[in-house]
């Protein structure tokens, strides 16, 4: 199993560029979640989704769109980037809703936008 | 809504000593998790300890345990015989239980911990 990847690993854009971040799971994963870690402030979660074809808003929503139309994949878009989304971005996955049922992290994406 | 703090920014403990990292939450609900994760340099995020509000007894994971205070609502972790590989960026995270029927995380700000040789 690959786990959560995610690309790119790096990335600087301009401001009002549009991107999209990929993440993308192989263990059969209902849940996925983005967050953004800035410093001093933590993990904060930007959208989820509890399956295909179902998201949410997390904390940090706006600027950012999702959508899930395959378990596997859940990418992030930015629409019109600002300086004030250069963080580091976040997938994560977990199978089921318990305790046991660990979430795991991909590796990360930094973003500038300058 | 709920909160969770880490008051201490950095911590620092020599190496083979026991070191403990606060963390405190704020919550109404009665079913929750809660969770100790660990990113060293490389960013990755990795679990260390979780802890089930109902259960009264304290988690263990190796050298790694917690102190579960549920009416302090407190929840703070212990490294002994640390490790230079212990250095880390240590987050306290926090997500209601399954009957809530959400899925969201609340993470708190961070301790980053040094290890001296």
């Known amino acids: 199993n690959a786990g959560v990847t995610q690309t790119p690993k790096f990335q600087v854009l301009k401001t009002g560029q549009s991107m999209t971040l990929q993440c993308a799971q192989d263990?059969?994963?209902?849940?996925m979640s983005w967050y953004r870690q800035d410093p001093g402030m933590g993990l904060r979660l930007i959208h989820y989704?509890?399956?295909?074809?179902?998201?949410d808003q997390g904390e940090v929503p706006n600027g950012y769109n999702v959508s899930r139309s395959t378990t596997e994949d859940f990418p992030l878009r930015l629409l019109s980037a600002a300086p004030s989304q250069t963080s580091v971005y976040f997938c994560?996955?977990?199978?089921?809703?318990?305790?046991?049922?660990?979430?795991?992290f991909g590796p990360g994406t930094r973003l500038t936008v300058l | 809504a709920q909160t969770v703090t880490q008051s201490q920014p950095e911590m620092s403990v020599q190496e083979a000593e026991t070191v403990t990292l606060s963390c405190t939450y704020d919550?109404?609900?009665?079913?929750?998790?809660l969770f100790w994760y660990k990113q060293p340099p490389s960013r990755q995020m990795i679990l260390v300890i979780r802890?089930?509000?109902?259960?009264?007894q304290n988690a263990t994971e190796n050298r790694f345990s917690v102190n579960f205070q549920k009416a302090a609502k407190s929840f703070s972790l212990k490294i002994s015989d640390s490790q230079l590989g212990d250095a880390a960026m240590y987050f306290c995270?926090?997500?209601?239980?399954?009957?809530?029927?959400?899925?969201?995380?609340?993470f708190g700000t961070g301790t980053r911990l040094k290890v001296l040789a």
């Open positions: 994560a996955s977990r199978y089921g809703t318990g305790i046991d049922n660990e979430q795991f």
């Open positions: 263990m059969n994963h209902e849940y």
């Open positions: 989704s509890v399956g295909a074809g179902i998201t």
């Open positions: 919550t109404s609900e009665s079913d929750y998790y």
């Open positions: 802890q089930e509000a109902y259960k009264q």
């Open positions: 995270a926090y997500r209601r239980g399954i009957t809530s029927g959400t899925y969201k995380y609340i």
